[in-house]
C-alpha cells in the first residue's frame, strides 16, 4: 500500500506570500496518479489539481502543481484570503485511493 | 449542473447500522461515472472507503472496511448508498459521496456532495 506523507503539517503565512506545500509518496507513483484537494471548515473538499500538474475547472492560475516519482508540490504563488484552508494529496493505484495526511494553511 | 445531495444527520447506537444515500442530478448516472465514499472523523483528515459503479453495480472497498461495508445503488432513482454495519465509537465522521471523472488515464474526485455527519454514541 503507497502511503503518502505531507509536510509541513501547518504553514503560518500572511496574505499575498508564497506557499510551497509537499507530498511524498512512499514509492514510485505515476504523476497522472497525484491530485490535490483543498477543504475549507464545514465544507466538502474540492479539486485543485489533477494529474500532478493540472488545474482543475475554475481554478485560479495562482496555483500550480508539479513532481513526479515520489515528490510532488502544490505552490500558491500569492496567498489571498480565501485560500487559508487544508490541502490534501491524493493518489491512486490499483483500483484503491490513498489520501495523505494534509497540511493546513493558516494567517501568520 | 451535477449535485450531489446526501442524507441527513444520522445518530446510532454502538452496534447498530446506518445507511448513507447519495443523490446525483446533473449527468448520466449510468454514463460510467463511479461513486466513491470518503469519510472524515472530527478534527481528522480524509479517509477513503471504497467506490460502486453506478452502471454495473460492481464494488471495490478498502482493506479496513470490507465485511462491513455495502455501497449499492439505484439506477431507477440516480441514487447510490452505503451502509455501514457493526457501528463503533470510531465510526463518527462526516460521510462523502464524490463522482469520479477520467481524463486520459487520470482520475481523479470533481464533484462532492455536502457530507453526511454520522454519531455512534450511546
Known amino acids: 500500500e503507497i502511503v503518502l506523507t505531507q509536510f509541513p503539517g501547518t504553514l503560518s503565512l500572511s496574505p499575498g506570500e508564497r506557499a510551497t506545500l509537499s507530498c511524498r509518496a512512499s514509492q514510485i507513483i505515476r504523476s497522472r496518479s497525484l491530485n490535490w484537494y483543498q477543504q475549507k471548515p464545514g465544507q466538502a473538499p474540492r479539486l485543485l489539481i489533477f494529474g500532478a500538474s493540472i488545474r482543475a475547472t475554475g481554478i485560479p492560475d495562482r496555483f500550480s502543481g508539479s513532481g513526479s516519482g515520489t515528490d510532488f508540490t502544490l505552490t500558491i504563488s500569492r496567498l489571498e484570503p480565501e485560500d487559508f484552508a487544508v490541502y490534501y494529496c491524493?493518489?491512486?493505484?490499483?483500483?484503491?485511493?490513498?489520501f495523505g495526511p494534509g497540511t493546513r494553511v493558516d494567517v501568520k | 449542473q451535477v449535485q450531489l445531495v446526501q442524507s441527513g444527520a444520522e445518530v446510532k447506537k454502538p452496534g447498530a447500522s446506518v445507511k448513507v444515500s447519495c443523490k446525483t442530478s446533473g449527468y448520466s448516472f449510468t454514463g460510467g461515472y463511479y461513486i466513491h465514499w470518503v469519510r472524515q472523523a472530527p478534527g481528522q483528515g480524509l479517509e477513503w472507503m471504497g467506490w460502486v459503479s453506478p452502471k454495473t453495480g460492481g464494488t471495490h472497498y478498502a482493506e479496513n472496511f470490507q465485511g462491513r461495508v455495502t455501497m449499492t445503488r439505484d439506477t431507477s432513482t440516480s441514487t447510490v448508498y452505503m451502509e455501514v454495519s457493526r457501528l463503533r465509537s470510531e465510526d463518527t465522521a462526516v460521510y462523502y459521496c464524490?463522482?469520479?471523472?477520467?481524463?486520459?488515464?487520470?482520475?481523479?474526485?470533481?464533484?462532492w456532495g455536502q457530507g453526511t455527519l454520522v454519531t455512534v454514541s450511546s
Open positions: 491524493q493518489q491512486y493505484g490499483n483500483s484503491q485511493f490513498t
Open positions: 464524490a463522482r469520479e471523472e477520467s481524463v486520459d488515464t487520470t482520475l481523479m474526485l470533481d464533484f
